[in-house]
């Protein structure tokens, strides 16, 4: 975990409870005295400020008034789209760290194992790793109070280890490499956090990009690792946007724009007034317009992720590889508060070049069934069968060449792939649940860190095997943490168990680079399928470039 984490969602009083519980306030306005001076004013702003000041000055017992006023924002929120939302003050810098291309902290990636913060890795050049913290070390105390013990939440730590550069903090650490404990000040300083996690050559000819989210720091990202892979020989490239959520809709834009060759359409947007109408279409010359491109998705794929994927295949660039992206075609606008919340209120809707809405339906004011739309999605079989997406005929349109693609809510990939089964095992959710494999990894790393380092990221890869013993350790350590273990699932479980525990000690030792080369070759099923997929990745490059210069 870095050391930004999420936490479960706080629980809100439901909106009808709130109207009674605002009904009776105002009833019994009638039934006290003396009565309050109200503010001046009619609508229903004023309304409001008259309900929050008769609280403030005549309920029985003291509020917060600023907790109830976020109450009642987020309930109101609900009666719009599911993306309209309310971000309070003290959650919005956790909820930017990725999308600002970094944060203020003190650099370190995290786990609570054991109900003890341990350091799973001091970021290079950051104020922890300066101070002397590694791999293995415990925070036991932030300011003087305990992080040890039951009851302790990633969310908390996190934001009792984030603040302003330049400030300080006191943490109590007790080191593994000697066993002792020490009280360090730490001056919390910019901490980079890429978005680009992952770049290396597939094969002598075939490179990949894995990029998590659009931050404002992606498209320099992005354009560096295309540029080092072209000078390593990439002929094509396959782009993983796999789990990647989205985020700001400039990266977007100017990623598609280095991959699309031309003046042609990437995405347009509509609002209720023509001030928030627009159109975005390519013109800057790209160092990769002219090679054949994959793009991986997955129904995690949404917003700035599906505008990528939506303007390369409508504009027939590359073929899209996958299963169905979430289908968040919402515009949000961000309006800073005058406490520093923030409101994200959607203005427009997205449109891929060929006219199609990337926005899944949506009933105004019911959220619940929109947010169980994945679920849903996996129950109906979609994970594993195309034929269960129901396409809409009415809601058919045309790519530059005249293919056929749909709206109706995310995009479609032009190539299937179900969802690996295999991953989704008791054996491997359990011991991944339980923090086993990370727990394992880590002891597996501090016993070995010596030999590990001689080993070069290449040889690693190649070389470097988990062994049949090293699983017998493992299923031991589930046993003594009473996890049952089904033999027929950990059988099948394995080979994707291997790669994520030597993965998960690959990014002990280079971070996620270190990872993503390991885990992809046995358990990336949609990039298996993809690298065989080129000759068609081709042909439509060559189709579209044609129809381009025809135009």
């Known amino acids: 975990m870095a050391e930004i984490n999420n936490s479960p969602k706080q629980i809100r009083l439901p909106i009808y409870l709130a109207i009674c519980v605002v009904a009776g306030i105002l009833l019994g306005r009638y039934l006290g005295a003396p009565q309050p001076v109200l503010p001046a004013g009619s609508g229903p702003v004023a309304k409001f400020r008259e309900v929050l000041t008769s609280i403030e000055q005549n309920y029985v017992d003291s509020v917060n008034s600023l907790e109830l006023t976020d109450i009642a924002i987020e309930n109101m929120l609900k009666e719009l789209d599911p993306h309209t939302t309310y971000m309070p003050a003290s959650q919005l810098a956790l909820s930017n760290m990725q999308l600002k291309g970094g944060y203020d902290g003190i650099g370190i990636q995290f786990d609570i194992i054991r109900d003890t913060l341990v350091v799973v890795r001091a970021i290079p050049g950051g104020p922890a790793y300066t101070a002397g913290l590694r791999t293995g070390d415990r925070i036991l105390a932030v300011e003087g109070e305990p992080l040890s013990g039951t009851g302790i939440y990633s969310r908390d730590v996190t934001e009792r280890l984030l603040g302003k550069a330049g400030s300080k903090v006191k943490i109590l650490v007790w080191h593994y490499a000697n066993r002792e404990m020490e009280e360090i000040e730490l001056e919390r300083a910019r901490i980079p956090q890429p978005t680009v996690v992952a770049s290396y050559m597939l094969t002598p000819s075939i490179g990949y990009i894995k990029l998590v989210s659009f931050g404002r720091n992606s498209y320099n990202e ?4 295309l540029q080092d892979l072209l000078d390593r020989g990439m002929e094509k490239l396959i782009f993983d946007l796999q789990g990647n959520g989205g985020g700001y809709m400039a990266a977007a834009e100017r990623i598609a724009d280095e991959l699309l060759e031309g003046d042609v359409l990437i995405v347009s947007q509509k609002g209720k007034t023509a001030r928030y109408n627009n159109e975005v279409k390519a013109g800057k010359k790209g160092i990769f317009e002219e090679q054949p491109l994959i793009l991986l998705q997955d129904e ?5 992720a599906e505008i990528v994927a939506g303007a390369l295949q409508d504009n027939d660039r590359a073929l899209i590889v996958g299963r169905r992206s979430y289908g968040k075609g919402l515009v949000q606008m961000p309006i800073t508060l005058v406490d520093g919340s ?3 209120l959607t203005i427009a809707r997205y449109y891929t070049p060929s006219g199609r809405s990337i926005q899944k339906p949506y009933v105004k004011g019911e959220n619940a069934d929109y947010a169980h739309d994945l679920v849903q999605r996996f129950e109906h079989g979609e994970f594993y069968v195309k034929d269960s997406i129901h396409l809409n005929d009415s809601l058919r349109y045309s790519t530059l060449i005249g293919r056929t693609v749909y709206g109706g809510g995310g995009i479609m990939p032009d190539y299937f792939v179900p ?6 095992t008791n054996c491997y959710n359990d011991l991944v649940a339980n923090r086993i494999v990370r727990e394992y990894t880590l002891n597996y790393y501090l016993q070995h860190q010596a030999e590990l380092e001689k080993l070069s990221l290449e040889e690693f890869v190649r070389d470097f095997q988990i062994s049949e013993a090293m699983m017998d350790e493992v299923w031991q350590m589930a046993r003594q943490n009473d ?13 994707h168990l291997k790669a994520y525990i030597k993965g998960e000690i690959g990014r002990l030792l280079w971070g996620d680079e270190g990872f993503y080369p390991v885990y992809n070759a046995v358990s990336n099923k949609t990039l298996l399928e993809a690298l065989n997929l080129f000759d068609e990745a081709s042909q439509l490059l060559a189709e579209s470039r044609q129809q381009i210069a025809h135009h």
């Not at 992005?222 to 690792?225: E, I, N, R, V």
């Not at 996890?483 to 080979?495: K, Y």
């Open 300 to 304: 995690y794929s949404a917003s700035a």
């Open 483 to 495: 996890i049952e273990l089904e033999n027929a699932d950990c059988r099948t479980a394995l080979p």
């Open 222 to 225: 992005f354009k560096q690792a």
């Open 342 to 344: 923030e409101l994200r």
């Open 419 to 424: 969802y690996d089964s295999t991953l989704n």
